[in-house]
């Protein structure tokens, strides 16, 4: 133990130096935030049903299904479609992600894992450099960062298992198609991440092609967005179920794409996809259940493992957004996301002790290392341990009989890795950077790993997405998640709290500031919005605080006797609250 809190020092020191290249390469995606005054923010009213998703038109096809009758599933497949047309930026079908769906029909808490994997080629030092240490350029801006795509297989087979069955896939398909085909006005929010993004993207042959205008400069604001192959693409899909996509032209199209671009990615590759069921990880907090994502995604041990650590003070004894409250939240973030480092990764191929992590006795132990009136610093939060003993989006769903949905999906960095498959019109990921290259190197987040996360054939890289919904005996009460990398966590930990301790109306909690720790660096990145003495506190409490704190968008949905309560996250432009 002795050695091994030696080596972990080490890591802690030689991060500082690794984060600097990894905040500069997410610089662009960093915006300053200026909530509004959280005593005036109300939640928007829905009385059926509710779709609160990043972007609107995306929201209304699925409000539209709602409306025909549709459950939150149906509606959240069609959502999820309409945005890989809507929301380029991370809406996909050439990316990934996670559901969490509670099934009143069923009577079923699940999870669907739609989480890309690797290739089958896929070696171990994969994104090593010829010195033998990572290469970033690798991980994050080649086709060898491509993973083989999931949402088509996701998305259909949660419309298989789970949707009500008035409607086939051609019907939820095609809003999308139509989306794709007959194009939409650019709004500012897109031309200005466009804009931020296409001279990555026009590294690729073509791959700006129908995001230009005829000029070969970015789309602008008001202009129209025609996906012709997209739309082809889609119809596929619609024709002949996922083996339109992962079999015949368009897989071809794909490999094609991949392979020109110098990746590794083959037909075998996409046609042996599958998505995969899995039990949700569950927990309970104050009385609350708590149901999110389980592996390869850390986002919901993490979030329970922060939870269960928490329930021990008397939050909401502490004023909202205090510093003694702030502390404590960011203590239990520590310690949770180095647990997160050190044991998380593909269940397939790594045996993680998420039973150990998850149990109150655990937390109970951990919360016994904190010190309310100091910060733990994060060379000494590994003294515990269970063995001693840019871009992402996501959605929120309800329907009228209480089912929800929770989805979060992404082609990692915004527009991925910038490469439009020619032909197919899908814009790819570049999630394998989410493994870690060498044991000790961290991901575009910061995110340090070690040998649980390493590249592997077929393997999905560890995530932070955080699909959760919170139940009350057995029912709905809060259904949220959020994009932005480490952070997704820590945004749905905070959302959690502030509804559940501190009561508060769903809007106000999710545009309150938020504060976030993962454990290294070992630093508090804050929003803008605390006060210059609320920070003062907290250094003096002897934690590095830093502004600002990267980009999360939690749309979420509050349950209530009085009805549906949606919370468009205002930190992004666009998002809306579609219900009926
Ligand atoms: N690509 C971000 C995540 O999955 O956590």
């Known amino acids: 133990m002795a050695v091994f809190a030696i080596r972990w020092r080490r890591v802690v020191a030689t991060f500082v130096l690794a984060f600097a290249f990894t905040a500069t390469a997410l610089a662009q995606e960093r915006r300053s935030y200026a909530p509004p005054d959280l005593a005036t923010v109300r939640a928007i009213a829905a009385e059926h049903g509710m779709v609160v998703a990043q972007e609107r038109l995306a929201a209304q096809v699925g409000a539209d299904i709602l409306r025909q009758g549709g459950n939150a599933v ?3 497949v069609a959502t999820g479609f309409a945005l890989a047309v809507t929301y380029p930026r991370a809406g996909n079908i050439g990316g990934g992600g996670f559901m969490v769906i509670h099934s009143t029909e069923r009577k079923e808490d699940v999870a669907i894992d739609y989480r890309e994997t690797a290739p089958a080629a896929t070696t171990r030092d994969i994104f090593l450099g010829p010195d033998g240490k990572p290469d970033t350029d690798k991980s994050r801006n080649s086709a060898l960062s491509i993973g083989v795509p999931g949402t088509v297989a996701g998305l259909t087979l949660a419309l298989a298992k789970y949707g009500s069955g008035r409607f086939t896939l051609a019907q939820i398909l095609k809003p999308a198609i139509e989306l794709a085909r007959d194009g939409f006005v650019v709004t500012d929010d897109m031309a200005d991440t466009l804009s931020d993004m296409y001279r990555r993207m026009a590294r690729w042959q073509n791959a700006t092609g129908t995001l230009s205008r005829t000029d070969g400069t970015p789309l602008q604001e008001g202009d ?7 739309a082809g693409t889609l119809s596929a899909i619609a024709e002949q179920g996922p083996r339109g996509f992962y079999e015949g032209p368009v897989a071809e199209r ?18 042996s996809y599958e998505a995969v069921i899995r039990s949700p990880v569950r927990g309970s907090y104050r009385g609350y259940d708590i149901v999110s994502m389980p592996l390869p995604s850390s986002g919901g041990t993490v979030l329970l493992q922060s939870l269960n650590i928490l329930e021990g003070f008397a939050i909401s004894d502490m004023k909202h957004g205090s510093a003694d409250s702030l502390h404590l939240m960011i203590e239990a973030m520590k310690r949770a996301y180095a647990d997160r480092a050190r044991y998380l990764g593909d269940p397939a191929f790594v045996n993680a002790p998420v039973n150990v992590l998850t149990t109150k006795e655990y937390a109970a132990r951990q919360r016994a290392g904190i010190d309310p009136a100091r910060a733990t610093p994060a060379g000494d939060v590994l003294a515990v341990s269970p063995r001693e003993g840019s871009n992402t989006t996501h959605y929120s769903v309800v329907d009228a009989t209480g089912n ?16 439009v498959a020619a032909g197919a019109g899908v814009l790819l990921n570049n999630e394998l950077d989410d493994f870690t290259a060498a044991p000790g190197a961290s991901n575009a987040f ?18 932070s997405m955080s699909p959760t919904i919170v139940l009350k ?12 990398g480490s952070r997704i966590i820590s945004a749905v930990l905070q959302v ?11 809007a106000a909690a999710v545009a309150a500031p938020r504060v976030h720790h993962q454990w290294l660096p070992d630093e508090v990145r804050v929003e803008r919005g605390f006060p ?25 949905i509050a349950v209530t006797p009085g009805g549906l309560f949606g919370a468009p996250d205002p930190r992004t432009r666009g998002a809306a609250a579609a219900g009926h």
Do not use: W
């Open 74 to 76: 149906d509606a959240a």
């Open 224 to 230: 129209r967005l025609i996906q012709a192959d997209l």
């Open 254 to 271: 794909l490999a094609a794409a991949v392979r020109d671009a110098g990746g590794i990615m083959t037909v075998d590759d996409l046609k």
């Open 404 to 419: 929800a949905v929770s989805n979060t999906y992404t082609l990692n960095f915004p527009y991925g890795v910038g490469l």
């Open 446 to 463: 910061g995110l340090v790993g070690f040998e649980a996360n390493l590249p592997g054939p077929g393997k999905r890289p560890l995530s």
């Open 473 to 484: 005996d057995g029912k709905p009460v809060l259904v949220t998640g959020s994009p932005g």
């Open 496 to 506: 959690v709290i502030d509804v559940l301790d501190y009561k508060m109306d769903v």
């Open 532 to 556: 210059d003495a609320l920070l003062a506190e907290l250094k003096a409490k002897g934690h590095k605080v830093v502004e600002p704190l990267g980009q999360t968008s939690a749309n979420s």
